[in-house]
Protein backbone atom coordinates (compact mmCIF):
# COMPACT_ATOMS: atom_id res chain seq x y z
CA UNK A 1 0.00 0.00 0.00
CA UNK A 2 1.13 3.78 0.13
CA UNK A 3 4.08 4.90 1.80
CA UNK A 4 2.52 6.42 4.55
CA UNK A 5 1.33 2.91 6.14
CA UNK A 6 4.98 1.64 5.73
CA UNK A 7 6.31 4.87 7.36
CA UNK A 8 4.77 3.96 10.44
CA UNK A 9 6.67 0.46 12.05
CA UNK A 10 4.49 -1.89 14.14
CA UNK A 11 6.92 -1.00 17.18
CA UNK A 12 5.65 2.53 17.42
CA UNK A 13 2.17 2.15 18.79
CA UNK A 14 -0.41 4.28 20.41
CA UNK A 15 -1.25 3.63 24.02
CA UNK A 16 -4.70 2.49 23.35
CA UNK A 17 -2.82 -0.16 20.86
CA UNK A 18 -0.60 -1.43 23.35
CA UNK A 19 -3.41 -1.99 25.74
CA UNK A 20 -5.35 -4.12 23.55
CA UNK A 21 -2.42 -6.17 22.60
CA UNK A 22 -1.74 -6.80 26.30
CA UNK A 23 -5.37 -7.41 27.00
CA UNK A 24 -5.20 -10.05 23.85
CA UNK A 25 -2.56 -11.64 25.54
CA UNK A 26 -3.71 -11.96 28.48
CA UNK A 27 -6.76 -13.54 26.93
CA UNK A 28 -4.53 -15.70 25.07
CA UNK A 29 -3.09 -17.15 27.79
CA UNK A 30 -4.68 -20.28 29.84
CA UNK A 31 -3.51 -19.01 33.00
CA UNK A 32 -2.92 -15.79 34.62
CA UNK A 33 0.36 -13.58 33.28
CA UNK A 34 3.15 -12.23 35.36
CA UNK A 35 4.04 -8.70 33.68
CA UNK A 36 7.49 -10.42 32.17
CA UNK A 37 5.02 -13.30 30.60
CA UNK A 38 3.30 -10.43 28.80
CA UNK A 39 6.24 -8.75 27.66
CA UNK A 40 7.39 -12.12 25.97
CA UNK A 41 4.15 -12.37 24.80
CA UNK A 42 3.23 -9.00 23.33
CA UNK A 43 7.11 -9.00 21.91
CA UNK A 44 8.71 -5.83 19.88
CA UNK A 45 10.56 -3.91 21.70
CA UNK A 46 8.35 -2.83 24.93
CA UNK A 47 9.96 -1.97 28.61
CA UNK A 48 8.81 -3.36 31.68
CA UNK A 49 7.35 -0.85 32.93
CA UNK A 50 5.33 0.10 30.09
CA UNK A 51 3.65 -2.98 30.26
CA UNK A 52 3.36 -2.63 34.34
CA UNK A 53 1.73 0.78 33.52
CA UNK A 54 -0.81 -1.01 31.32
CA UNK A 55 -1.23 -3.93 33.81
CA UNK A 56 -2.16 -1.50 36.21
CA UNK A 57 -4.19 0.72 34.09
CA UNK A 58 -6.32 -2.10 33.09
CA UNK A 59 -6.16 -3.51 36.41
CA UNK A 60 -7.79 0.07 38.39
CA UNK A 61 -10.46 0.12 35.55
CA UNK A 62 -11.75 -3.49 36.83
CA UNK A 63 -10.91 -5.27 32.91
CA UNK A 64 -8.24 -7.50 34.51
CA UNK A 65 -7.68 -8.62 37.92
CA UNK A 66 -4.50 -10.19 39.74
CA UNK A 67 -3.12 -12.99 41.56
CA UNK A 68 -0.32 -13.28 44.17
CA UNK A 69 2.22 -15.80 42.36
CA UNK A 70 5.24 -15.99 44.08
CA UNK A 71 6.72 -12.16 44.38
CA UNK A 72 5.49 -10.76 41.33
CA UNK A 73 1.47 -10.56 40.42
CA UNK A 74 -0.10 -12.78 37.55
CA UNK A 75 -3.32 -11.02 35.76
CA UNK A 76 -6.03 -12.49 34.12
CA UNK A 77 -8.60 -11.02 32.04
CA UNK A 78 -11.99 -10.61 34.36
CA UNK A 79 -14.56 -12.87 32.48
CA UNK A 80 -17.76 -12.09 33.98
CA UNK A 81 -20.80 -10.13 31.55
CA UNK A 82 -18.92 -10.34 28.17
CA UNK A 83 -20.77 -12.96 27.54
CA UNK A 84 -23.94 -10.83 27.78
CA UNK A 85 -22.08 -8.28 25.47
CA UNK A 86 -21.32 -11.57 23.19
CA UNK A 87 -24.64 -12.06 22.63
CA UNK A 88 -25.55 -9.05 21.61
CA UNK A 89 -22.75 -8.80 19.17
CA UNK A 90 -24.09 -11.47 17.47
CA UNK A 91 -27.28 -10.56 17.39
CA UNK A 92 -25.94 -6.90 15.51
CA UNK A 93 -23.87 -8.51 13.10
CA UNK A 94 -25.90 -11.23 12.32
CA UNK A 95 -29.31 -9.78 11.35
CA UNK A 96 -28.80 -6.91 9.57
CA UNK A 97 -29.51 -7.35 6.00
CA UNK A 98 -28.17 -4.13 4.93
CA UNK A 99 -24.94 -3.77 7.32
CA UNK A 100 -24.67 -0.18 6.71
CA UNK A 101 -23.30 1.39 9.97
CA UNK A 102 -21.35 -2.07 10.96
CA UNK A 103 -18.51 -3.49 8.24
CA UNK A 104 -18.30 -6.77 7.69
CA UNK A 105 -16.19 -8.98 10.24
CA UNK A 106 -12.68 -9.95 9.36
CA UNK A 107 -13.92 -13.59 8.43
CA UNK A 108 -17.42 -13.07 7.65
CA UNK A 109 -18.32 -14.42 3.62
CA UNK A 110 -16.86 -17.87 3.77
CA UNK A 111 -18.72 -20.99 2.45
CA UNK A 112 -18.29 -24.16 3.82
CA UNK A 113 -16.40 -25.13 0.36
CA UNK A 114 -13.46 -23.13 1.27
CA UNK A 115 -12.44 -24.94 3.87
CA UNK A 116 -9.85 -27.49 1.97
CA UNK A 117 -9.05 -24.13 -0.30
CA UNK A 118 -7.91 -22.54 3.27
CA UNK A 119 -5.94 -25.67 4.64
CA UNK A 120 -3.93 -25.80 1.43
CA UNK A 121 -2.98 -22.54 1.38
CA UNK A 122 -2.50 -23.03 5.23
CA UNK A 123 0.21 -25.94 4.16
CA UNK A 124 1.87 -23.89 1.46
CA UNK A 125 2.40 -21.67 4.02
CA UNK A 126 4.26 -23.94 6.46
CA UNK A 127 1.72 -24.37 8.96
CA UNK A 128 3.53 -27.61 9.28
CA UNK A 129 6.19 -26.36 11.34
CA UNK A 130 4.31 -24.40 13.56
CA UNK A 131 2.29 -27.59 14.58
CA UNK A 132 5.31 -28.82 15.77
CA UNK A 133 6.27 -26.24 17.76
CA UNK A 134 2.90 -26.05 19.59
CA UNK B 1 -34.32 16.35 -22.60
CA UNK B 2 -33.17 13.93 -24.98
CA UNK B 3 -31.24 10.82 -25.22
CA UNK B 4 -28.22 11.89 -22.86
CA UNK B 5 -31.55 11.70 -20.15
CA UNK B 6 -30.81 8.19 -20.59
CA UNK B 7 -27.41 7.87 -20.08
CA UNK B 8 -27.51 7.11 -16.36
CA UNK B 9 -29.24 4.33 -16.40
CA UNK B 10 -27.32 2.90 -19.20
CA UNK B 11 -24.40 3.92 -16.80
CA UNK B 12 -25.51 2.46 -14.20
CA UNK B 13 -26.08 -1.54 -16.28
CA UNK B 14 -22.38 -0.87 -17.53
CA UNK B 15 -20.81 -0.83 -13.36
CA UNK B 16 -22.49 -3.65 -12.88
CA UNK B 17 -19.78 -5.25 -14.69
CA UNK B 18 -16.95 -2.22 -14.28
CA UNK B 19 -17.23 -2.65 -10.45
CA UNK B 20 -16.24 -6.30 -10.32
CA UNK B 21 -13.33 -5.81 -12.63
CA UNK B 22 -12.00 -2.65 -10.47
CA UNK B 23 -12.23 -4.82 -7.53
CA UNK B 24 -10.38 -7.39 -8.71
CA UNK B 25 -7.73 -5.62 -10.82
CA UNK B 26 -6.90 -1.84 -9.14
CA UNK B 27 -5.12 -2.23 -5.90
CA UNK B 28 -7.95 -1.85 -2.78
CA UNK B 29 -7.41 1.82 -1.83
CA UNK B 30 -7.57 3.23 -5.02
CA UNK B 31 -10.79 0.28 -5.78
CA UNK B 32 -12.83 1.11 -2.47
CA UNK B 33 -12.43 5.08 -3.50
CA UNK B 34 -13.69 4.61 -7.32
CA UNK B 35 -16.18 2.68 -6.61
CA UNK B 36 -17.88 4.75 -3.84
CA UNK B 37 -17.01 7.89 -5.75
CA UNK B 38 -18.80 6.37 -9.13
CA UNK B 39 -21.76 4.88 -6.94
CA UNK B 40 -22.39 8.51 -5.30
CA UNK B 41 -22.10 10.28 -9.01
CA UNK B 42 -24.45 7.25 -10.70
CA UNK B 43 -27.04 7.59 -7.83
CA UNK B 44 -27.19 11.67 -7.91
CA UNK B 45 -27.75 11.48 -11.60
CA UNK B 46 -30.22 8.53 -11.95
CA UNK B 47 -32.25 10.47 -9.22
CA UNK B 48 -31.81 13.80 -11.25
CA UNK B 49 -32.95 11.84 -14.59
CA UNK B 50 -35.61 10.34 -12.99
CA UNK B 51 -37.11 14.34 -11.51
CA UNK B 52 -36.28 15.69 -15.01
CA UNK B 53 -38.19 13.06 -16.67
CA UNK B 54 -41.04 13.36 -14.16
CA UNK B 55 -41.27 17.44 -14.23
CA UNK B 56 -43.29 17.57 -17.62
CA UNK B 57 -46.22 15.50 -15.83
CA UNK B 58 -46.08 18.60 -13.23
CA UNK B 59 -45.74 21.17 -16.00
CA UNK B 60 -48.86 19.92 -17.26
CA UNK B 61 -50.73 20.27 -14.04
CA UNK B 62 -52.39 23.97 -14.67
CA UNK B 63 -51.51 25.29 -11.40
CA UNK B 64 -48.07 24.98 -12.04
CA UNK B 65 -48.66 25.97 -15.74
CA UNK B 66 -50.20 28.80 -15.25
CA UNK B 67 -47.59 29.96 -12.15
CA UNK B 68 -45.02 29.07 -14.99
CA UNK B 69 -46.64 31.35 -17.29
CA UNK B 70 -46.77 28.82 -20.28
CA UNK B 71 -50.11 26.51 -21.34
CA UNK B 72 -50.62 23.09 -20.38
CA UNK B 73 -51.32 21.81 -23.97
CA UNK B 74 -47.68 23.34 -25.20
CA UNK B 75 -46.07 21.06 -22.91
CA UNK B 76 -47.82 18.42 -25.35
CA UNK B 77 -46.27 19.08 -28.31
CA UNK B 78 -42.58 21.03 -27.05
CA UNK B 79 -41.88 18.79 -24.54
CA UNK B 80 -39.51 15.53 -26.07
CA UNK B 81 -40.68 12.96 -23.37
CA UNK B 82 -43.40 11.07 -23.69
CA UNK B 83 -46.33 11.09 -20.88
CA UNK B 84 -45.82 7.58 -20.58
CA UNK B 85 -42.52 7.90 -19.87
CA UNK B 86 -43.16 10.72 -17.08
CA UNK B 87 -45.73 8.79 -15.60
CA UNK B 88 -42.89 5.55 -15.48
CA UNK B 89 -40.40 8.26 -14.32
CA UNK B 90 -42.90 9.67 -11.56
CA UNK B 91 -43.64 6.38 -10.22
CA UNK B 92 -40.12 5.76 -9.76
CA UNK B 93 -39.25 8.60 -7.96
CA UNK B 94 -42.16 7.53 -5.59
CA UNK B 95 -40.73 4.13 -5.65
CA UNK B 96 -36.50 5.34 -4.59
CA UNK B 97 -37.85 7.86 -1.86
CA UNK B 98 -39.76 4.75 -0.35
CA UNK B 99 -36.12 2.49 -0.28
CA UNK B 100 -34.39 6.29 0.75
CA UNK B 101 -36.32 6.46 3.76
CA UNK B 102 -36.61 2.54 4.77
CA UNK B 103 -32.43 2.88 4.33
CA UNK B 104 -32.60 5.51 6.96
CA UNK B 105 -34.52 4.13 9.20
CA UNK B 106 -32.26 0.81 8.89
CA UNK B 107 -29.33 3.21 9.14
CA UNK B 108 -30.83 5.19 12.47
CA UNK B 109 -31.73 1.54 13.64
CA UNK B 110 -28.38 0.33 13.57
CA UNK B 111 -26.47 3.38 14.70
CA UNK B 112 -28.76 3.16 17.94
CA UNK B 113 -27.72 -0.52 18.43
CA UNK B 114 -23.67 0.73 17.80
CA UNK B 115 -24.14 3.25 20.63
CA UNK B 116 -25.58 1.10 22.72
CA UNK B 117 -23.05 -1.58 22.40
CA UNK B 118 -20.40 1.17 23.18
CA UNK B 119 -22.38 1.89 26.38
CA UNK B 120 -22.32 -1.87 27.04
CA UNK B 121 -18.70 -2.36 26.16
CA UNK B 122 -17.16 0.58 28.50
CA UNK B 123 -17.34 -1.92 31.23
CA UNK B 124 -15.82 -4.89 29.98
CA UNK B 125 -12.66 -3.82 27.92
CA UNK B 126 -9.26 -1.50 27.29
CA UNK B 127 -9.89 1.47 25.29
CA UNK B 128 -9.51 0.39 22.13
CA UNK B 129 -10.33 -3.36 22.69
CA UNK B 130 -12.92 -5.39 24.02
CA UNK B 131 -12.74 -9.09 24.52
CA UNK B 132 -16.05 -11.28 24.14
CA UNK B 133 -16.36 -14.60 25.33
CA UNK B 134 -17.75 -16.51 22.42
CA UNK B 135 -15.51 -19.51 21.20
CA UNK B 136 -16.46 -18.78 17.74
CA UNK B 137 -13.74 -16.87 16.30
CA UNK B 138 -14.67 -13.51 15.04
CA UNK B 139 -13.70 -9.88 14.93
CA UNK B 140 -15.45 -6.58 14.26
CA UNK B 141 -14.64 -2.76 14.14
CA UNK B 142 -17.25 -1.25 15.66
CA UNK B 143 -17.60 2.56 14.45
CA UNK B 144 -17.23 5.44 16.37
CA UNK B 145 -20.56 7.55 17.68
CA UNK B 146 -20.72 10.73 18.77
CA UNK B 147 -20.10 9.73 22.27
CA UNK B 148 -17.85 6.85 21.71
CA UNK B 149 -14.09 5.99 20.16
CA UNK B 150 -13.96 3.32 17.68
CA UNK B 151 -13.60 0.05 18.91
CA UNK B 152 -12.37 -3.74 17.96
CA UNK B 153 -14.16 -6.44 19.13
CA UNK B 154 -12.51 -9.86 19.29
CA UNK B 155 -13.97 -13.28 20.31
CA UNK B 156 -11.65 -15.84 22.73
CA UNK B 157 -12.16 -18.03 19.68
CA UNK B 158 -10.07 -15.50 17.33
CA UNK B 159 -8.00 -15.14 19.69
CA UNK B 160 -7.43 -19.04 20.97
CA UNK B 161 -6.88 -19.38 16.78
CA UNK B 162 -4.29 -17.30 16.25
CA UNK B 163 0.18 -16.81 17.86
CA UNK B 164 0.58 -13.54 18.93
CA UNK B 165 1.80 -12.28 15.43
CA UNK B 166 -0.90 -13.37 13.94
CA UNK B 167 -2.77 -11.81 15.99
CA UNK B 168 -1.34 -8.53 16.05
CA UNK B 169 -2.11 -8.89 12.56
CA UNK B 170 -5.52 -9.39 13.11
CA UNK B 171 -6.13 -6.50 15.28
CA UNK B 172 -4.21 -4.35 12.70
CA UNK B 173 -6.63 -4.88 10.59
CA UNK B 174 -9.60 -4.12 12.42
CA UNK B 175 -7.57 -1.17 13.40
CA UNK B 176 -7.25 -0.65 9.85
CA UNK B 177 -11.09 -0.26 9.37
CA UNK B 178 -11.49 2.46 12.06
CA UNK B 179 -8.21 4.81 11.11
CA UNK B 180 -9.04 4.86 7.42
CA UNK B 181 -12.32 5.40 8.19
CA UNK B 182 -14.54 2.31 5.88
CA UNK B 183 -17.66 2.32 7.92
CA UNK B 184 -18.09 5.64 5.93
CA UNK B 185 -17.71 3.81 2.42
CA UNK B 186 -20.40 1.47 3.83
CA UNK B 187 -22.76 4.13 4.91
CA UNK B 188 -22.38 6.24 1.30
CA UNK B 189 -22.27 2.73 -0.45
CA UNK B 190 -25.77 2.59 1.59
CA UNK B 191 -27.38 5.53 0.55
CA UNK B 192 -26.26 5.21 -3.02
CA UNK B 193 -27.60 1.88 -4.17
CA UNK B 194 -31.12 2.99 -2.20
CA UNK B 195 -30.98 6.04 -4.83
CA UNK B 196 -30.11 3.41 -7.16
CA UNK B 197 -31.21 0.06 -6.61
CA UNK B 198 -28.85 -1.10 -9.43
CA UNK B 199 -25.60 0.21 -7.63
CA UNK B 200 -26.72 -2.48 -4.87
CA UNK B 201 -24.46 -4.74 -6.60
CA UNK B 202 -21.36 -3.27 -6.42
CA UNK B 203 -21.63 -2.70 -2.65
CA UNK B 204 -19.88 -6.34 -2.33
CA UNK B 205 -17.10 -5.56 -4.12
CA UNK B 206 -16.47 -2.09 -1.86
CA UNK B 207 -16.85 -4.18 1.06
CA UNK B 208 -13.98 -6.60 -0.04
CA UNK B 209 -11.97 -4.00 -1.52
CA UNK B 210 -12.36 -2.90 1.86
CA UNK B 211 -11.76 -6.00 3.53
CA UNK B 212 -8.57 -6.32 1.41
CA UNK B 213 -7.11 -2.73 2.30
CA UNK B 214 -7.56 -3.37 5.78
CA UNK B 215 -5.72 -6.67 4.91
CA UNK B 216 -2.80 -4.56 3.15
CA UNK B 217 -2.17 -2.58 5.89
CA UNK B 218 -1.78 -4.97 8.60
CA UNK B 219 0.59 -6.89 6.31
CA UNK B 220 2.85 -3.72 5.87
CA UNK B 221 2.61 -3.47 10.19
CA UNK B 222 3.46 -7.26 10.19
CA UNK B 223 4.46 -9.38 7.00
CA UNK B 224 1.96 -10.89 3.96
CA UNK B 225 2.87 -14.04 5.23
CA UNK B 226 1.77 -13.97 8.81
CA UNK B 227 -1.03 -11.54 7.97
CA UNK B 228 -2.63 -14.63 4.99
CA UNK B 229 -1.72 -17.02 8.15
CA UNK B 230 -4.07 -15.20 10.59
CA UNK B 231 -7.03 -14.99 8.18
CA UNK B 232 -6.68 -18.43 6.75
CA UNK B 233 -6.35 -19.97 10.67
CA UNK B 234 -8.80 -17.84 11.97
CA UNK B 235 -11.28 -18.65 8.82
CA UNK B 236 -10.44 -22.72 9.31
CA UNK B 237 -11.09 -22.45 13.09
CA UNK B 238 -14.55 -20.48 12.21
CA UNK B 239 -15.98 -22.65 9.45
CA UNK B 240 -15.05 -26.02 11.59
CA UNK B 241 -17.37 -24.46 14.70
CA UNK B 242 -19.59 -23.70 12.34
CA UNK B 243 -19.78 -26.65 10.48
CA UNK B 244 -23.39 -27.23 10.49
CA UNK B 245 -25.41 -25.50 7.39
CA UNK B 246 -24.43 -22.19 5.12
CA UNK B 247 -22.63 -19.54 7.40
CA UNK B 248 -24.20 -16.20 7.89
CA UNK B 249 -21.56 -13.94 5.22
CA UNK B 250 -24.86 -11.55 3.34
CA UNK B 251 -21.69 -9.15 1.57
CA UNK B 252 -20.30 -12.69 -0.11
CA UNK B 253 -23.28 -13.60 -1.38
CA UNK B 254 -23.18 -10.51 -3.78
CA UNK B 255 -19.37 -10.54 -4.39
CA UNK B 256 -18.68 -13.79 -4.42
CA UNK B 257 -15.47 -13.20 -3.75
CA UNK B 258 -14.00 -13.91 0.00
CA UNK B 259 -11.21 -14.51 2.24
CA UNK B 260 -9.90 -17.34 -0.14
CA UNK B 261 -9.36 -14.70 -2.64
CA UNK B 262 -8.34 -12.45 -0.13
CA UNK B 263 -5.28 -14.93 1.39
CA UNK B 264 -4.52 -15.75 -1.90
CA UNK B 265 -3.83 -11.98 -3.05
CA UNK B 266 -1.82 -11.51 0.61
CA UNK B 267 0.85 -14.56 -0.78
CA UNK B 268 0.72 -13.54 -4.28
CA UNK B 269 4.11 -11.77 -5.45
CA UNK B 270 3.71 -8.26 -5.37
CA UNK B 271 5.79 -7.13 -8.24
CA UNK B 272 2.77 -6.30 -10.36
CA UNK B 273 2.69 -2.33 -10.70
CA UNK B 274 -0.53 -1.57 -9.19
CA UNK B 275 -3.25 -0.61 -12.02
CA UNK B 276 -5.17 2.28 -11.54
CA UNK B 277 -6.33 3.26 -15.13
CA UNK B 278 -9.61 0.99 -14.94
CA UNK B 279 -10.07 3.25 -11.25
CA UNK B 280 -10.38 6.17 -13.82
CA UNK B 281 -12.28 4.78 -16.12
CA UNK B 282 -15.24 3.79 -13.70
CA UNK B 283 -15.06 7.75 -12.01
CA UNK B 284 -15.02 8.82 -15.67
CA UNK B 285 -17.72 7.79 -16.66
CA UNK B 286 -19.99 8.05 -13.65
CA UNK B 287 -18.91 11.89 -14.77
CA UNK B 288 -20.10 11.38 -17.90
CA UNK B 289 -23.64 10.63 -16.45
CA UNK B 290 -23.49 13.95 -14.46
CA UNK B 291 -22.79 15.48 -17.00
CA UNK B 292 -25.38 14.13 -19.07
CA UNK B 293 -28.15 14.98 -16.18
CA UNK B 294 -26.47 18.81 -15.95
CA UNK B 295 -26.93 19.32 -20.01
CA UNK B 296 -30.30 17.41 -19.65
CA UNK B 297 -31.46 20.44 -17.25
CA UNK B 298 -29.81 23.34 -18.97
CA UNK B 299 -31.75 21.84 -22.03
CA UNK B 300 -34.89 21.47 -20.30
CA UNK B 301 -35.19 25.26 -18.98
CA UNK B 302 -34.41 26.11 -22.67
CA UNK B 303 -37.66 24.53 -23.80
CA UNK B 304 -39.36 25.65 -20.74
CA UNK B 305 -37.93 29.19 -21.83
CA UNK B 306 -39.69 28.92 -25.75
CA UNK B 307 -43.06 27.52 -24.13
CA UNK B 308 -43.20 31.00 -21.81
CA UNK B 309 -41.89 33.08 -24.87
CA UNK B 310 -44.95 31.89 -27.20
Known amino acids: MSGRN ?7 RRPGQLEGEVLAALWAAPDPLTPAAVLASVGGDLAYTTVMTILVRLHDKGVIERTKVGRAFAYRPVVAETDVVAEQVRRLFAHSSDRAAVLQGLIDGLRPEDEIMLRMMLADMGDVRRDREV | MRAPIY ?48 WPLAARIPAI ?5 WRPD ?4 RVPVPISV ?20 GLWRQFAETSRLHAALVSTGGEELAVLDDPVPAAHALPPTLAHCGRILVSTGLIEA ?5 RAAALAHERAHLSHRHYLFVLVGALASAMNPLLGFARGDVSFALERWADEDAASRTSRTVTARALAKAAVARLSRLHAGVVPGVAMQLAQLGVVQRVAALLEPQERPARRGLAWVITGLALVGTAAVAWSVHDTERIFELLQAR
Open chain 2, 86 to 105: SMGATLALVAVGGLVLNRLR
Open chain 2, 74 to 77: AVNH
Open chain 2, 162 to 166: LDNEE
Open chain 1, 6 to 12: STQPSSR
Open chain 2, 7 to 54: LPFGLSFAFLGLSRLVCRRVSPRPAAWSITVAMVLLAGSSVGALGLLA
Open chain 2, 65 to 69: ASAGR
